[in-house]
Each structure stands twice: as C-alpha cells, then as structure tokens.
C-alpha cells in the first residue's frame, strides 16, 4: 500500500512538473529596427532628376534575409527594416538627387526620371558581404513627353566585418550610395552626349527663358495707368 501511494505521489509530482514546463512563457526578444544612412547630395549640373517609388520582388520585405551556403536562406524575425527594400532606395535616391534651390516651373534645365525594380537585397553570411540588386530606367523628360535613354540593371555589394545588424545596415548603405552615383554618372553621360549632338540646346533653352521673363516684366511696366477721371 506505501508503494502504491508513492508511486502514486511521483505520478502527481511529474505531472505537475511536466505542465509548467509546457506552459511556461517563452523569452521575449526585443525586435530592432535598422535603416540606411543619410545620402550625400550629388546633383547633375544643370539637370533636374525626378526619382520614382521602385517596385520590389525580393523576399523578406521588412525582415533582413541571410543566405548561408549555395541555397540556404533564412528569414531573421527580430531584425527588421524599418521600410522595404523599395521604399528605403527610393527615399535614399530622392534625397540624394533634390534640389531645394529648384524653382518651380523652371524651363532652362534638363529633366530626367528613373524608375527601377529592386530584385537582390540579400546579406551573404558566407562571403561576408551584402548585395543590392536593381534594374532601372532612365526617361528624358521633354515637351510633355518621355524619350527612353537607358535601361540597364546592376548588382552592387560591399563587405561587412561583424554579423550583425548594424554592419549589414552600414554596408547596404554604401551599395545604395554606390547606386546613387551610379545614376549621376549615367545622366552625367547622356547629358555630355546630347550637348555634343546639340551644343546649341543648352544655350537656347537658357535664352528662350530670359526672353519670356523680359517679356513679362515689359508688359507689366508698359501698362497704361487707369484714367481716375473715367471712374468718377
């Protein structure tokens, strides 16, 4: 009977072991929250650049993804963007290409326009390094109508140092610069090119608008005053 009543005691002692082990709450794990670092300002001379939002097919979308090996990938749930990848280039390129001295409705520079896909935002655990992926597309903007330029695409990486978020923020931020200095060169060219089928095109644009502006400012100075006597 005393063996029973132990054992039976045991049974009720490891039942209630095994319960707060089955319930017992999980460690919480703060979620961190990383984005790229301030553009630098890389304005094209004489050229306004428009910068459209990218559209995004790379996975993960707020979360950094890890490839380790040839085709392991792996999805950090306490480790975040604070954007999609699309979102965060597109902001980074604006601020890197506005121009805040830009008058509106000004006529006597060159626009430009880009928009892209990004494919690749990938952090190499292996090689140690990040990769941004990005296809775009470069318009002329003229006369209320687009002239396509370029359409090309790229994959920019840089190294890393330590595995952890704050690094591989550090390095994306460097290929989005990359990427923004990328695009100066490319309008830088198609704008050397068009001057050099057309080196009068600058100039005349400039001249149309100092004539519309001088027209405006005579008509404004040679309009006759109102005749008081007429109103009275």
């Known amino acids: 009977m005393k063996n029973i009543l132990m054992i039976a005691l045991f049974g009720v002692f490891a039942a ?10 999980a460690p919480y794990n703060e979620v961190g929250y990383y984005d790229l670092s301030s553009p630098e300002k890389i304005l094209p001379d004489c050229a306004v650049v428009k910068v459209n939002i990218f559209k995004n097919i790379e996975t993960g979308k707020y ?4 490839r380790n090996g040839e085709s392991k990938v792996m999805v950090d749930e306490y480790n975040k963007w604070v954007q999609p990848p699309d979102m965060m280039i597109s902001r980074y390129l ?17 626009e430009f326009e880009i928009s892209g896909t990004v494919f690749m935002f990938m952090i190499d655990l292996k090689s140690k390094k990040v990769a941004l992926g990005v296809s775009y597309r470069i318009t002329r903007n003229q006369a209320s109508s687009e002239i396509e330029m370029i359409n090309n ?3 920019l990486t840089s190294n890393f140092e330590k595995e952890n978020p ?3 923020a550090k390095s994306m931020s460097i290929c989005a610069d990359l990427l923004a200095k990328r695009l100066k060169a490319d309008i830088d060219f198609l704008m050397k090119k ?4 057309n080196p009068d095109s600058k100039n005349k644009a400039q001249k149309e608008f100092k004539q519309q502006n001088e027209s405006a400012k005579l008509e404004t100075a040679d309009k006759p005053a109102a005749d008081p006597k007429k109103n009275g």
């Open 94 to 110: 604006q601020g890197a290409f506005s121009d805040d001295k830009i008058a509106s409705g000004s006529t006597s520079k060159t």
């Open 63 to 66: 979360k950094m993804v890890y």
């Open 194 to 197: 068009e001057k050099a089928v």
């Open 153 to 155: 695409s790229c994959v």
């Open 16 to 25: 209630v072991m095994l319960t707060g082990c089955l319930f017992r709450e």
């Open 166 to 168: 704050a690094d591989f």
